[in-house]
C-alpha cells in the first residue's frame, strides 16, 4: 500500500512541478536496453540508457531535456523518433519494425509526427522503386508510365503532409515535416531540365530561420538531398553546390549558418575532399567568430593544417619517461595519432595498428600516440591491458592540451602522417584511407 501512495506522490509532484514522462511499451523487447538519443542534425547524442522490464515497458523522465526530435535506438540496431515539446509521452510499438508499428497513446506532437510517418512509409517505399525503375528503363512507353506513376505518387505525397501540417502547422512537428515536401517538376521537361530545374528552385522550397529545428534532422535532410542532385566524379560540382548552400542561408542566424556549414564540412572532410572543404574553410571562416569550439578547431584543421603546411613542433615526456620531439623523428614519416581511452573507436583502431607494425617498418614510418585523457590512473591502467608498441604522451588536459590545440583537434581518432621535414602529407580520416597511404609510400 505504500509503494502506491508512493508512485502517487511522484506523479502528483510531476505535474505540480512540470515534469514530464516518456512511457513506453515494446512488445518482445523484454530486459533490454534503450537508448535515448537527442538529435543535432544527424547527429545522435546519448542522453540516457534506461531498461525495459518483463513487459518491455520503460518510463524516462524528460523534462530536462530541450524541445526537439529524439531518436530511440534499440539493440537491434533499430530505431524510432519521437518529438518531446513539454508533455508527456506515451506510446507502444514492437521490436519488428517500431517506426511502422508506432502506436501514439499520448503526445498531440507525436500523433501528428506519426500520422505523416506511418500513412508516408507504403508512398516513401513506392517513390524508391519508381525511380530505381526509371534508371533500369531509361525510355520508351513503359519509362513513360513510370514517369507518370512516380509524379502521382509524389503528389499524393505532398497532398497527404499538407493535410497533416494543417493539423497544427504551429507545432514542432508541424514546422518539421514541412521539410520533407517534395519538389513537383512540370513532366514536359526531360531529364537535362529536370536536374536543372531542381537545381535552380530546390533550395527556395525551404527555410532555414528556426532555430529550434536545429534539434532535428530537418536541415541536414535538405542539404542532403540537395548535394544528391550533384552526382559526378568531380570534386568540384560538390565544392560549387556547397558554396550554393551557403549563399542562400548567408542571411539568416549565425546558428544555423555555422552548424550546417560544420555539417558540409564534416561530409566533405569523410569523402576525402579535403581541397574543397579547406577552400570552404577559407571563404566562410571568418564568417564563424561566434562558432562553436568544435567549429573553429575544423576551419583551423582546414586552413592552417591541411595537406602541405608544416606540422607544429613539440617536445614531450611519454608516459614511458621517454623524452620525444616530433622534428627529431628517425624514420622518413611519423603517424601522428590523437585518441582517448573513452573513444570507442580508438579501442579498436589502436589494437589494428598494432598488429601491422610490420607495415609501418616497412614504409619507415613511426607512430606516436597522443591521448586526450585527462584521468592519469585512467590511462596508465588501460596501457597496463592494452600494450602499444609505441611512444604514448598524454597532457592529462583533455582538450585543452597544448599539442592537441596546435593540431586543432576536434574528434578522435585524428590522424596525421608528417615526412622529416614536417611537412603534412596525410591526413587519414580513417583506416582504409591510412592504408591507402602506406600503399602509396610503399610503391613509391
Not at 82 to 93: F, K, Q
Not at 390 to 404: A, L
Request: hydrophobic share 35%; glycine share 4%; charged share 25%.
Amino acid at each position: 500500500m505504500r509503494y502506491y501512495i508512493a508512485i502517487i506522490i511522484i506523479f502528483i509532484s510531476g505535474e505540480m512541478f512540470g515534469q514530464h514522462f516518456l512511457n513506453g511499451v515494446i512488445v518482445g523487447y523484454n530486459r533490454r536496453d534503450v537508448n535515448i538519443c537527442s538529435q543535432f542534425g544527424d547527429e545522435s547524442k546519448l542522453v540516457e540508457t534506461v531498461k525495459t522490464d518483463q513487459n518491455g515497458e520503460f518510463v524516462f523522465s524528460i523534462n530536462q531535456q530541450a524541445v526537439g526530435l529524439y531518436r530511440i535506438y534499440l539493440d537491434t540496431q533499430d530505431y524510432f523518433d519521437l518529438i518531446y515539446n513539454n508533455e508527456d509521452i506515451e506510446i507502444r510499438t514492437k521490436i519488428e519494425n517500431p517506426q511502422y508499428n508506432m502506436e501514439i497513446l499520448k503526445s498531440k506532437e507525436n500523433t501528428q509526427l506519426y500520422t505523416y510517418i506511418i500513412d508516408n512509409y507504403i508512398s516513401d517505399y513506392k517513390i524508391d522503386v519508381l525511380d530505381q525503375l526509371k534508371d533500369i528503363y531509361p525510355d520508351g512507353r513503359f519509362r513513360n508510365k513510370v514517369e507518370l506513376e512516380l509524379r502521382k505518387e509524389i503528389k499524393n505525397k505532398n497532398k497527404n503532409l499538407e493535410k497533416v501540417i494543417k493539423q497544427n502547422p504551429n507545432s514542432f512537428a508541424g514546422r518539421y515535416l514541412k521539410y520533407f515536401r517534395e519538389l513537383a517538376v512540370p513532366s514536359k521537361f526531360n531529364d537535362y531540365e529536370k536536374s536543372e530545374f531542381l537545381k535552380k528552385n530546390y533550395l527556395s522550397n525551404y527555410k532555414f530561420n528556426d532555430l529550434t529545428l536545429l534539434n532535428s534532422n530537418a536541415y541536414t535532410t535538405v542539404v542532403l538531398n540537395y548535394f544528391k542532385l550533384y552526382r559526378s566524379n568531380n570534386p568540384e560540382v560538390y565544392y560549387t553546390a556547397a558554396r550554393e548552400i551557403l549563399d542562400y542561408i548567408f542571411f539568416e542566424d549565425p546558428k544555423i549558418f555555422n552548424f550546417i556549414l560544420e555539417y558540409i564540412l564534416s561530409g566533405f572532410e569523410s569523402l576525402g575532399l579535403d581541397e574543397q572543404a579547406a577552400k570552404l574553410s577559407v571563404e566562410f571562416g571568418d564568417l564563424c567568430s561566434d562558432g562553436s569550439d568544435n567549429l573553429k578547431m575544423r576551419i583551423k584543421s582546414n586552413t592552417d593544417l591541411s595537406v602541405g603546411k608544416k606540422a607544429p613542433d613539440f617536445s614531450a615526456v611519454s608516459i614511458a619517461g621517454k623524452h620525444y620531439t616530433l622534428s627529431e623523428m628517425k624514420t622518413d614519416y611519423t603517424l601522428i595519432i590523437f585518441w582517448a581511452t573513452w573513444c570507442e573507436h580508438c579501442k579498436v583502431t589502436m589494437p589494428r595498428l598494432a598488429a601491422a607494425s610490420n607495415i609501418f617498418k616497412e614504409a619507415k614510418m613511426d607512430i606516436i600516440a597522443i591521448s586526450i585523457d585527462s584521468d592519469e590512473q585512467v590511462l596508465r591502467e588501460f596501457l597496463k591491458e592494452n600494450q602499444m608498441p609505441w611512444d604514448v604522451i598524454c597532457e592529462y588536459k583533455g582538450w585543452d592540451g597544448e599539442i592537441v590545440l596546435d593540431y586543432a583537434i576536434f574528434a578522435t581518432p585524428t590522424m596525421y602522417i608528417v615526412d622529416k621535414e614536417l611537412n603534412i602529407i596525410a591526413k587519414p580520416y580513417n583506416e582504409e584511407r591510412l592504408y591507402n597511404e602506406l600503399e602509396r609510400i610503399l610503391t613509391k
